[in-house]
């Protein structure tokens, strides 16, 4: 089954979806998406907080929805936090809580950084902390 994306898009807008919505239902990086919607004319897209999912996520909140729902959100959450949760050392947790746990006090941004360069989240944890050598790295203050 082949899918029209930028049909997909235009729909996904038209039925108040949010860009996030709609990029993780294509599954797709967000880069990648952005360069579809610059090639594509511009679209109408719910202002921030009045997406049909926000409208959802409101209603979950206030207790309004239908069992279904709840746990089709459930799962959703569920998706997102596992998609986020890494393992280290016997803990699990995002990248900033998993920082707490680093032996040389590694920064979650330094974790991150090191990890885009193609080290492993161990690698990355394990190397200690590095001041910034401003003279350096072009920076006379």
Partial sequence: MTVDVEKFIRDAAARNWSRTQTLEALGICRETFYAMLKAMPPLEWAAPGASLGAKLAHEARRGHCSDALMVHLKGVHARRREKHSHDYNGHRGTIEQLARYSAHG???????????????????????????NRRRNGFNQ
């Fill in 106 to 132: 590694v920064s979650a941004s330094t974790i991150r950084r090191r990890m885009s360069a193609g080290m492993s989240l161990e690698q990355a944890m394990s190397l200690p902390q590095t001041p910034i």
